[in-house]
């Protein structure tokens, strides 16, 4: 299920569907190769246990949402954008965006440098851009582009193409920004949401590459989520173990297809085109097929399901929210 439903029994990181990081993809600008479209998706719209919505307030104001990036190969961040959501007058949420970089990208703070001010929050059909020294931004709701037979996985793999996500939404946030910012080389990347509640920043959720949170870290869910991808090797043995009993793995194979998913971080060249699991992710990349076979050892390819049809070819790249 992507990173969906990442907190504990399906359910939501410190019980807020706000602070549920979904997916992270990362691709070059389509007609423009000079720029890099990242996109971090939060908050689904719907319950799997017991089925039904979440809260429509798209983002928690006393959250951060970040998106790190690592540009020496160290796994630890050494650039982050970070957002954080304010109301305006009216009612309607706001979004600030900031670039931090060395060790305070790494750090748990709201500082960095402002790129984006006051960004509107779409909740409607419409979308609305910012733009702002060469960044551009969206912050708001959008059809889910994940797409994946989450029953037929919770029924012991037994799929029917059923896609689960195909009418449901999530809260996106879609920065484009130029190649020069990432630093034109191959880097890594990876997500997260910070809880402020209270009083100091926590870590919510993390991640980056798809479905391993959810069916990988067994009891190491809280460690792993509070975790970061620098330390990522401490959780070999636990991702072993489950590959050995989801896939047949030996223990020995198990431990070293473990150690290809881990750190949890996913490499994206800006000067290549993107392809998962080679090099970023794509919306339309069916990241969930990916993850079954490694997942079964092979035994399990595919779910039957494929890409939405509502994906646009511009910002903010997904469809319009399914209830506006």
């Known amino acids: 299920m992507s990173h969906h439903y990442s907190g ?3 359910g939501f990181p410190h019980g807020d569907a706000r602070l549920d990081l979904t997916d992270l993809y990362a691709f070059p600008k389509p007609g423009d190769a000079s720029k890099s479209i990242l996109i971090m998706n939060v908050h689904p719209s719907a ?3 017991p089925p039904g919505p979440t809260t429509a307030e798209p983002f928690a104001t006393e959250a951060l949402y970040e998106i790190q990036i690592d540009t020496d190969g160290d796994a ?7 957002l954080r959501f304010s109301y305006a007058e009216g009612g309607s949420q706001v979004a600030t965006l900031r670039r931090a970089e060395g060790a305070q990208a790494a750090g748990m703070t709201d500082s960095g440098r402002v790129i984006v001010e006051a960004a509107p929050v779409s909740t409607g059909r419409n979308a609305h851009v910012t733009e702002a020294g060469g960044y551009r931004l969206f912050v708001g709701w959008r059809s889910d582009p994940f797409f994946f037979d989450t029953r037929g996985a919770l029924n012991n793999l ?14 996106s946030i879609v920065l484009e920004v130029p190649n020069t910012a990432l630093g034109l080389e191959r880097v890594g990347l990876w997500a997260r949401t910070l809880d402020g509640t209270g009083g100091n920043w926590v870590q919510a959720d993390r991640g980056a590459l798809p479905a391993q949170t959810v069916f990988l870290v067994g009891e190491e869910r809280e460690a792993y989520l509070a975790g970061e991808p620098a330390k990522d090797g401490r959780f070999i043995p636990v991702f072993a173990h489950a590959l050995e009993h989801a896939g047949g793995y030996t223990p020995e194979e198990a431990k070293r297809v473990a150690g290809t998913l881990l750190p949890d971080i996913l490499s994206y060249d800006p000067t290549r085109p993107a392809s998962f699991p080679s090099n970023g992710r794509t919306l339309a990349d069916d990241a969930g097929d990916a993850f079954l076979a490694v997942l079964t050892n092979g035994r399990v390819t595919e779910d039957k399901v ?19």
Do not use: S
Not at 158 to 171: M, R, S
């Open 8 to 10: 504990p029994n399906f």
């Open 47 to 49: 319950m799997v246990d």
């Open 76 to 82: 630890v961040a050494d650039i982050a954008y970070r």
């Open 158 to 171: 037994q799929f029917t193409g059923e896609d689960f996500f195909a009418d449901k939404d999530v809260c």
């Open 306 to 324: 494929g890409p939405h049809g509502d994906l646009l070819t511009e910002a903010p790249y997904l469809g319009p929210p399914h209830k506006a």
